[in-house]
T-cell receptor, first 112, second 112 residues
């Protein structure tokens, strides 16, 4: 069974702080994606990482794919209230490349 | 451009009643289609996915079924709803492995 475990489950921080959220699995993934979801809406893609060890930056967000392609992290620098939301990692492993599974998410609240 | 339509947006149904949620995609052909359910503030649970007409993969044995009668139409059904079927249902499509998943606006189902 493919599982994506995310931590922490909840994160409440002040504006300007840095944070890292994690996505881990015992399975190898061909690629991992990070999505952000607002209440009452569908998730929206932030980034896709494909190569083991890959690092991608999106403004204040830095995404890293583990060397073994089993884990990923999302680091936010100087968080802002607009970063508030549910962050989800998603991927498909060798057991079913068309099957896109999601982690349970990290709910981030950034307070002014 | 591609768009995804999912309806209805909200639904209140009594226990034991049937269910039919419809999702259609425009502007693409032969998409991979997905149905997810999301509990409040949590991650997305994959229910069904389809890589082609009439091809349905079920991920979680439960009170629901899915059908793909046309290339860009995906239907989620139940003959008799249970209280535990309440949740936020999301339909999604993508072109293939590793590509971005695009989500509908979701259906909030409350079984009473």
């Amino acid at each position: 069974t493919q599982l994506l475990e995310q931590s922490p489950q909840f994160l409440s921080i002040q504006e300007g702080e840095n944070l890292t959220v994690y996505c881990n699995s015992s399975s190898v993934f061909s690629s991992l994606q990070w999505y952000r979801q607002e209440p009452g809406e569908g998730p929206v893609l932030l980034v896709t990482v494909v190569t083991g060890g890959e690092v991608k930056k999106l403004k204040r967000l830095t995404f890293q794919f583990g060397d073994a392609r089993k884990d990923s992290s999302l680091h936010i620098t100087a968080a802002q209230p607009g970063d508030t939301g549910l962050y989800l990692c998603a991927g498909a492993s060798s057991g079913g490349y068309n099957k896109l599974i999601f982690g349970a998410g990290t709910r981030l609240a950034v307070h002014p | 451009s591609q768009t995804i339509h999912q309806w209805p947006a909200t639904l209140v149904q009594p226990v034991g009643s049937p269910l039919s949620l419809e999702c259609t995609v425009e502007g693409t052909s032969n998409p991979n289609l997905y149905w997810y359910r999301q509990a409040a503030g949590r991650g997305l649970q994959l229910l069904f996915y389809s890589v082609g007409i009439g091809q349905i993969s079920s991920e979680v044995p439960q009170n629901l079924s899915a059908s793909r009668p046309q290339d860009r139409q995906f239907i989620l059904s139940s003959k008799k709803l249970l209280l535990s079927d309440s949740g936020f249902y999301l339909c999604a499509w993508r072109t293939g492995v590793g590509t971005e998943a695009f989500f509908g606006q979701g259906t909030r189902l409350t079984v009473v």
